[in-house]
Every structure is written in structure tokens, then in C-alpha cells.
């Protein structure tokens, strides 16, 4: 079945390395592994302060969007000023521009961090800019210290995920690449694990330009969502309505990196 072909073979990430060396070369790429050996465990905040995250607490009318690389979520410009994450291992404070998500061909892996090697069915990553030092996503995406990146793993489960649910309802309005719609009414809040333990290093883009700009933070504490709800995903086109050989979102994430003697830090809470 064409639809049924990974872009990963196509358009992914063993494709990447001719046109983006960095993807060979960097030194400080993503995703990683976390494990006992790679991580300093920090209990206290006597090396980080807390980290705080704010979101408003709903926002309507969200636009999302099929990229062709899965679906995005762009936070609109007049509830930009209303978000920020600081502290944690955060020198500057940063704004939300988008929200996106990966995933596998099957929920025995599809998240890009794994954990003591383990894949998660997904990881969502909610992309922050620094409003400090630069003016936009754009000035802020390739420069050191542009860009924080929260990584919040999806594991499937039995239950239905109930905010979730207002993004996946969604999905089969915009099946091919360029197709948009919006969320009514949603709340970033509620698609956040209650616990905020989190491993953080500095890394890069996933995709290219695969920029080494990014501060990761990823929490520990995965959000349980139905197999169904991440069903959806796989049934987004990587093609636009017109293409003649259509292929679908079946996998996008890409595979660990080396860490190149990085240092990884886990904050627990
Ligand atoms: O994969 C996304 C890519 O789609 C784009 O959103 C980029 C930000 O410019 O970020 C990467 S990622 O590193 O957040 N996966
Ligand atoms: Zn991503």
C-alpha cells in the first residue's frame, strides 16, 4: 500500500545529513536518551531555581494547521504576551509560539527522548522563544539560548484523555498538508502532567535546520491518552490534496543522538 510507506525512508531523518552536516557533525543534537548514567539527579533548587510555566487559562479559536510533518498548533499573537516559562535552567524568559507532536507507526515507540531506552507512544513539544534577548521565533530559532522546548511524553492507555480529546476531534478536519481549522476552546494547563519533575540539557532542533538553539525540558511524569486518540495522528497525509502518490504521517520522529559529553540534569519534585 503506497499510503502505508514511512516518510522516514522518504523525506527523514537518514535523508538529512547530505543537505544539514550538522546533522552529522553538531555536537549538541536531538533527541537523547535519559538514564541513570547520563543524568546528575539535583533534589534541592540550590542549583536551579523553580521552573514556572504560565499559560492562559483558556484560549479559543486556536489555529491548527497539517505541516506535512504532522499537525502544529500556533498560540494566535494576542495571548503571546499572556505565556512564559522561566527559571529551571532558564537564564531569560520565553513566550509560546507553537505546540506539535511525534509519533510512531505503532505505540511501541513514536516519542523522540526515551527513557533508559524506552520509547513513550508520543512526545508532545511545546515551543518557547526567548522574548529577552530576541523579537521574534524566527531571530530567536537559530542563536544559542533562542529557543526552550517542554517535552511531554503521551503514553496509551485505556482512558480517554478528555482536553486531548479537543485536539484529536480535530484531526480529521485537516487530513491533508496546508489544511487548517480551530480548536474552539482549549486549556494547555490540562495537557500537562500534575507532576513537574523534569530532565533538562541543551540540544537542538529535531528537524531540520536541526539549529543547536534549544534548552530542553522534558517532564518525567507522562499524560495518559487512548490508543485511539493517537490512532489519529497516523491518518494525517504528509501530501497535500492534489498529490498523486499519497503518503501518510505514519512515524516522525527521529532516533537519539550522541550526547557528545553533555551534561543532563534531573530535577525531581
Ligand atoms: O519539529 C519541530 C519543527 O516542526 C519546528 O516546529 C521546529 C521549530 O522551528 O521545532 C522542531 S522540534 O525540535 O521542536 N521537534
Ligand atoms: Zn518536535
Known amino acids: 500500500l503506497i499510503d502505508s510507506i514511512s516518510i522516514y525512508f522518504s523525506t527523514g531523518p537518514i535523508t538529512w545529513a547530505k543537505k544539514y552536516p550538522i546533522a552529522a557533525t553538531g555536537q549538541r543534537q536531538s533527541p537523547i536518551d535519559f538514564n541513570g548514567e547520563n543524568c546528575t539527579v539535583c533534589k534541592d533548587s540550590s542549583v536551579f531555581k523553580p521552573l514556572e510555566a504560565k499559560y492562559p ?17 500556533d498560540i494566535p499573537s494576542d495571548y503571546v504576551n499572556d505565556t512564559f516559562l522561566k527559571g529551571g535552567p532558564l537564564q531569560h524568559k520565553y ?31 511545546f515551543v518557547h522563544w526567548n522574548c529577552d534577548l530576541f523579537n521574534n521565533f ?10 526552550a522546548v517542554l517535552g511531554v511524553f503521551l503514553e496509551s492507555s485505556e482512558i480517554k484523555h478528555e482536553e486531548f480529546e479537543k485536539i484529536t476531534s480535530m ?38 535546520p536541526l539549529y543547536e538553539s534549544v534548552s530542553w525540558i522534558v517532564f518525567k511524569e507522562p499524560i495518559r491518552v487512548h490508543e485511539t486518540q493517537i490512532d489519529e495522528f497516523r491518518k494525517l497525509f504528509h501530501t ?25 540534569a534531573f530535577v525531581e519534585y
Not at 138 to 147: N, P
Open 57 to 73: 487559562l483558556v484560549i479559543n479559536q486556536l489555529k491548527m494547521v497539517n505541516s506535512g510533518n504532522g499537525w502544529r498548533v
Open 95 to 125: 513566550r509560546l509560539e507553537q505546540f506539535h507532536c511525534h509519533w510512531g507507526k505503532n505505540c511501541e515507540s513514536g516519542s523522540e527522548h526515551t527513557v533508559n531506552g524506552k520509547y513513550y507512544a508520543a512526545e508532545l513539544h
Open 138 to 147: 524566527k531571530e530567536a530559532a537559530k542563536e544559542d539560548k533562542g529557543l
Open 171 to 208: 484531526l480529521k478536519e485537516i487530513p491533508y498538508k496546508g489544511d487548517e481549522t480551530f480548536i474552539p476552546r482549549i486549556s494547555i494547563d490540562n495537557i500537562l502532567p500534575k507532576n513537574r519533575s523534569y530532565w533538562t540539557y541543551e540540544g537542538s532542533l529535531t528537524t531540520p
Open 240 to 264: 497535500s490534496k492534489e498529490s498523486k502518490e499519497p503518503l501518510k504521517v505514519i512515524e516522525n520522529y527521529r532516533p537519539v543522538q550522541p550526547l557528545c559529553g553533555r551534561s543532563v
